[in-house]
């Protein structure tokens, strides 16, 4: 702005009052009160907070017996967590190997219900053998620009394949030790 802008700004009052006219006087902030979202809300985050970058979707969580036999019924829980409260559906998918028979729950169900961050379903399961793969539990959710897949897996008491670790730096490899 040239001085002769700031000139011209600096007296505009000046020139107002000789007028006549009253002095523009800029409105006071106010401040707005912002409505308190209800549980019910779509979309209201879990603990009374919104969720973080870091917060996953949803998981999923499969547990039952460490070990079985041949002829056992178990009994597997199911839990899915998600981070938002929502009105969006849930498809809970539970697909069990050959030999394995279901008797008390449902494999394929659609949940919705939006007041509950934790959902559990219980299902039995009678084993005719001790199946070679694993059950595979999965949730999946889906909405207009929005979409999460949970998968855990039940492992009849089999251990959980690991990769193989590096060794630690200084220490011997297991073919060259000393005897």
Same mark, same amino acid.
């Given at each position: 702005?040239?001085?002769?802008?700031?000139? %011209?700004?600096?007296?505009?009052?000046?020139?107002?009052?000789?007028?006549?006219?009253?002095?523009?006087?800029?409105?006071?902030?106010?401040?707005?009160?912002?409505?308190?979202?209800?549980?019910?809300?779509? @979309? !209201?985050?879990?603990?009374?907070?919104?969720?973080?970058?870091?917060?996953?979707?949803?998981?999923?969580?499969?547990?039952?017996?460490?070990?079985?036999?041949?002829?056992?019924?178990?009994?597997?829980?199911?839990?899915?967590?998600?981070?938002?409260?929502? !009105?969006?559906?849930?498809?809970?998918?539970?697909?069990?190997?050959?030999?394995?028979?279901?008797? !008390?729950?449902?494999?394929?169900?659609?949940?919705?219900?939006?007041?509950? @961050?934790?959902?559990?379903?219980?299902?039995?399961?009678?084993?005719?053998?001790?199946?070679?793969?694993? %059950?595979?539990?999965?949730?999946?959710?889906?909405?207009? @620009?929005?979409?999460?897949?949970?998968?855990?897996?039940?492992?009849?008491?089999?251990?959980?394949?690991?990769?193989?670790?590096?060794?630690?730096?200084?220490?011997?490899?297991?073919?060259?030790?000393?005897?």
């Amino acid at each position: 702005m040239n001085y002769a802008n700031k000139l %011209l700004w600096a007296l505009a009052p000046l020139a107002a009052l000789s007028c006549g006219a009253e002095p523009r006087r800029s409105p006071s902030p106010t401040l707005q009160a912002v409505p308190a979202a209800s549980p019910q809300t779509i @979309g !209201a985050p879990l603990f009374g907070r919104a969720p973080a970058a870091n917060d996953v979707p949803l998981t999923i969580a499969v547990n039952g017996p460490p070990a079985v036999a041949l002829g056992d019924t178990i009994v597997l829980t199911i839990t899915i967590h998600r981070a938002v409260l929502s !009105a969006v559906p849930i498809a809970l998918s539970v697909a069990a190997p050959a030999g394995v028979t279901l008797l !008390a729950g449902q494999a394929n169900e659609v949940i919705v219900d939006p007041s509950a @961050g934790a959902i559990v379903r219980r299902l039995t399961y009678h084993l005719d053998q001790i199946p070679p793969t694993d %059950l595979v539990v999965s949730a999946e959710s889906r909405g207009t @620009g929005y979409g999460v897949r949970a998968v855990d897996a039940y492992r009849f008491g089999r251990p959980v394949p690991m990769l193989p670790q590096p060794a630690l730096p200084g220490a011997l490899p297991r073919a060259a030790s000393v005897r």
